[in-house]
């Protein structure tokens, strides 16, 4: 079956313009997170949804980043004035439930990222 | 979650067994053992996972010790595509749970 896609690829912008991101899941999956990896680096959360509510966003590096989830599925991460720093790959995966407290963790599959580049 | 420690690079020749170690000594007894792997300029592949039975599945085996304090990521046939990062993690077996990745070890298939 599909797996986790996410648009653009790559994305080059100028530095202070907004970016968006998107991220669609693996249809069922009620858990989303995002990721960014920096060149060289290790994963760093930014988020998790469970359905559209983010009961996680303690990794949002600023307020300058925001993500929503619509009809429990698709994700836009967006990054607002945007900064050299924010260049990375940003990571999307999925989960079948990733409820808290299951007895179970729950595999997180990921997609191929989105590249960001800020000039 | 617990720690994990991974030697840094292995060489591997292609068609071989690839056998990849990991430590983790301090697992906690609801803690799964996660393999993931990194192609360069690729997202984050999920491998195979266990508690305490040995695994397997169409990529890979997974040997857990039997006192869960280190395991062994078997590739029985390695190809040159199989050439990445990978990692080893420990997880609480909870509904939710971000991943953190190490620095894994860098396989190399040569020809």
């Known amino acids: 079956g599909a797996g986790v896609s996410q648009s653009p690829s790559n994305k080059v912008t100028e530095k202070g313009k907004d970016v968006e991101l998107r991220c669609d899941p693996i249809s069922g999956h009620t858990a989303l997170y995002w990721y960014r990896q920096s060149l060289g680096q290790g994963l760093e959360f930014l988020i998790y949804?469970?359905?559209?509510?983010?009961?996680?966003k303690s990794g949002l590096p600023s307020d300058r980043f925001s993500a929503e989830r619509t009809g429990g599925s698709v994700s836009t991460l967006t990054i607002q004035r945007t900064q050299q720093e924010d260049s990375a790959v940003y990571l999307c995966a999925s989960s079948s439930t990733g409820l808290a407290g299951g007895p179970i963790t729950d595999t997180q599959y990921f997609g191929p990222g989105t590249r960001l580049t800020v000039l | 979650d617990a720690k994990t420690t991974q030697p840094t690079s292995m060489d591997c020749a292609e068609g071989r067994a690839a056998n990849l170690p990991c430590n983790h000594s301090?697992?906690?007894?609801?803690?799964?053992v996660y393999w993931y792997r990194q192609i360069h300029s690729q997202g984050p592949q999920y491998i195979i996972h266990g508690l305490k039975n040995n695994e397997t599945n169409e990529m890979a085996s997974l040997i857990i010790t039997e006192d869960r304090k280190s395991s062994t990521l078997i590739l029985p046939h390695a190809t040159l595509r199989d050439t990445a990062v990978y990692y080893c993690i420990v997880r609480a077996a909870s509904g939710y749970s971000t991943l953190t990745f190490g620095k894994g070890t860098m396989l190399l298939v040569s020809p």
């Open positions: 301090t697992i906690s007894g609801n803690e799964y």
């Open positions: 949804f469970q359905g559209n509510s983010a009961p996680d």
